[in-house]
């Protein structure tokens, strides 16, 4: 809405300023005729004041040279005022235009408008408000939510025949197509966003967060089963982000099918050292490290338990993991907020101000609660867009009772901001309490 109301005011000022001529002309037209009448006057004058010159001339009261220099000096004062007046008239409209301003006025909104459609904002802009219009619609059974998701991807589908470098667009497409299990399109477009930072030589925590996403893609469409692409794409991940929590989730998986227990125990251990203790995640790490130092005292082995740090990666790498940047956010709920416990529970960080979108996130169920997360770069929802890229942050951790992250109508949220990065000293507090109307 908000596109057509800019539109319709930027076109009212356009048609103003085309047809401003045509409403100046009734008062030019009146000046014309004004001006006419003041020309026939002064040539009235003219003549009286010639006739009476050449009264005096016969009478004998000039001479003839007196006579001539005078003569002279009448006409060079109505030449001037005749030259004055055909100088201003030069500046009026010409009535002979009134048909191209009308087709100006009504062809320039009009191709206005299609240019903006096809090089504008336009199809982004109608994604955003289908994303707005799905949150405040939100889906009340797994068909409604089965077409808003084709309607979206369609949307997202044609905007990339127009602008198909646009690797933020794939990264939505992928998420999307993933929720929707449509596995193959999500591979697709996790497929083109790598390709993409390949060829920019992009490294860090976007190529770990493409090849992580990629990975489970794979991974689930196969049944949870770890094909050569799946360790491939992990291990892509584990080379750009040595401490990512999912990557060595599935690394540790992948070595423990291997029978590479002490490697498996030191990936289940980089993960368990980011999440709450007292999570079912953890406690399902903690029963798979069991079952691997079971697997080493088999055969005889035993396992020398390291400082975390110190499991994997360059020492730079090592301190950015140990020493930040991360927020650590212990979430609780309130007295009286009514809730099911297999509802979804979201902790995420996002920009203070600007793009809502979050820029590391958490997500489990309310029967977890009370749950202390960690938020940090490996987490970022899109490439480029990671907690240390905002100035200042938002803290928010929401339940959803359809289990969407965009925000609805009857979810349960507590927020916390503005916080800034380099002052953070200790974890923060959030209460679930407030209800959204």
Known sequence: MFFWQGFIVLSLVAVLFLVWPVLKLPFMLRRQSTRETREQVQAALYQDHLTELEH???????????FRDLKAELQRNLLSDTEVESVSSKAQPQTGGKIFLLGAIVLIPALAVGIYSVIGAKPDWEIYQTMMSHRDNPAKTAKEAEQQGQELAMKIRARLDQKPE???LWYQLAILSANMKDYDGAIEAYRKIQAMLEEKNVSGAQAAQIAMGLAETIFVREGSKITAEVREQT????SNQPFMYKANELAGLIAFQDRKYREAIDHWRRSYSQIDPSSKQAQSLKAGIT????????RGETYEEKPIAQLAGTSAEKKEVAEGPYLEVAVALNEGVSVSSSDTVFVYARAWKGAKMPLAIQRFNVSDLPKTVRLDKSMAMAPGMDIGTAEQLELVARISKTGSAISA???WQATHGPVKLPEVTGPFSLVISEQLP
């Open 291 to 298: 079952r691997a130092l079971s697997g080493l005292k088999a």
């Open 166 to 168: 646009e690797a933020m």
């Open 409 to 411: 109508s009857g979810d």
């Open 56 to 66: 005096s001339f016969d009478r004998g009261d000039i001479e003839e040279s007196q």
């Open 235 to 238: 291990q892509k991940a584990l």
